[in-house]
Structure formats: C-alpha cells, structure tokens
T-cell receptor, first 116, second 116 residues
Framework: AQKVTQAQTEISVVEKEDVTLDCVYETRDTTYYLFWYKQPPSGELVFLIR??????QNEISGRYSWNFQKSTSSFNFTITASQVVDSAVYFC?????????????FGKGTKLSVIP | DVKVTQSSRYLVKRTGEKVFLECVQDMDHENMFWYRQDPGLGLRLIYF???????EKGDIPEGYSVSREKKERFSLILESASTNQTSMYLC???????????????FGPGTRLTVL
C-alpha cells in the first residue's frame, strides 16, 4: 500500500531564511504522481505542484523549488528567502494509477511558522 | 476558477443527531471526495464518488454515509453523530478526463464540526 511520510511535524524559521520540507513516499506502482499542497490558516488546501514518476527534473517557481529523487523516494520542497505569508501547513501527497487511482494519500503535514 | 463550496464553515451538533454536510462544485468534475482532518493524523479519506450515484469507501468510512444524486453535489451524512466525529471535514473534486490520477484535487474551505 502507498504511504507518504513527512517526518517534520513543525518547523520555525526567521523571515528570509531558507527552509526545506521533507517528503518520503512508498509505492509499488511504477507510474505515480506526487503533489504538494499548502493549507494557510484559512483552511482551504491550495495546490502547488504535481510531478509524475517519469519526470525527475527539478522545478523552480519563484521562491519555491522542488527536488524529486526517485532513487531515495523523496520529493522535497524548498522555500528560499521565506516570508511570513509562507506560514501554513504543507502536505505532500501521492496518487497511484491502476486500482488505487482514485485515492490521494497524504502525509501528515508539516506546519511551517515564519517569524518576522 | 474552480470553486468548491461547503454549506457551513462551523457546525455544532449534539450526540445522536443526524448531520448533513453539503459540498457543491461548479466545474462539472466527475470525481468528488470527503476527507476528515485531525491534528497529527493529516487528511484521511472517508468516501469518494467517481460519478453520479457511484460511491466507494475510503480508509475510514465507519459511521458515515454519502449521497451523490447530482453531479455537482456530494453530501456526507453522519447518521448518529458521536463526539469522536468532532473534526474538520474537507470536500474536494477532480476532473476525470484522460488524466485521471494526474489531475489535482480542488478543495473546499472545510467545515469544522463539533459534536457535544
């Protein structure tokens, strides 16, 4: 069965510091998709990025970057020069194909606090 | 923009009451989902529906039922609410299209249910 582990429960950083949120996953599928979502204090989960298992190219979007390494089953998320608005709970999630394709398995989330 | 709305942001009910949580999406998505979110446990899937009148159990269906009579609406029902069902409930929708599990889920703002 699929599993997503976010070992960091809570992280606090001072504004402008860089921070990396870790995500490790387990799956038996060879084709799968990985996602990151942000949940600000308002409660609504916001989609950030998707990666498929055949695309190990790292991605950068502004201050956000993602490092996908299939060899270590990791999909880590880095925020550069963090800002107070980055304070939120971040979830990593995995979607398999085949019989499990309707399910999105979430990690337990990492609560990020950016202190001004 | 995709919009997923939930009938209430906050709800307080008494033990034994029948509770209806409503979710409506406006983008003609085939798939809809109900999750509950608890501290330290992340998001757990209760039920999902891949089309009208079709439903499947998720990881924690006990004590819940669902109804999907129209494509845009997915209801979660607590037949007899109990205190251990106090939680944040999140609804999501996703297009099926050709991508299936490739497509991200779009979330509503959540309903924080308290059962006294």
């Amino acid at each position: 069965a699929q599993k997503v582990t976010q070992a960091q429960t809570e992280i606090s950083v001072v504004e402008k510091e860089d921070v990396t949120l870790d995500c490790v996953y387990e799956t038996r599928d060879t084709t799968y998709y990985l996602f990151w979502y942000k949940q600000p204090p308002s409660g609504e989960l916001v989609f950030l990025i998707r990666r498929n298992s055949f695309d190990e190219q790292n991605e950068i979007s502004g201050r956000y970057s993602w490092n996908f390494q299939k060899s270590t089953s990791s999909f880590n998320f880095t925020i550069t020069a963090s800002q107070v608005v980055d304070s939120a709970v971040y979830f990593c999630a995995l979607s398999e194909t085949g019989a499990g394709s309707y399910q999105l398995t979430f990690g337990k989330g990492t609560k990020l606090s950016v202190i001004p | 923009d995709v919009k997923v709305t939930q009938s209430s942001r906050y709800l307080v009910k008494r033990t034994g009451e029948k509770v209806f949580l409503e979710c409506v999406q406006d983008m003609d998505h085939e798939n809809m989902f109900w999750y509950r979110q608890d501290p330290g446990l992340g998001l757990r899937l209760i039920y999902f529906s891949y089309d009208v009148k079709m439903k499947e159990k998720g990881d924690i269906p006990e004590g819940y039922s669902v109804s999907r009579e129209k494509k845009e609406r997915f209801s979660l029902i607590l037949e007899s609410a109990s205190t251990n069902q106090t939680s944040m409930y999140l609804c999501a929708s996703r297009p099926q299209m050709a991508g299936g599990p490739y497509n991200e889920q779009f979330f509503g703002p959540g309903t924080r249910l308290t059962v006294l």
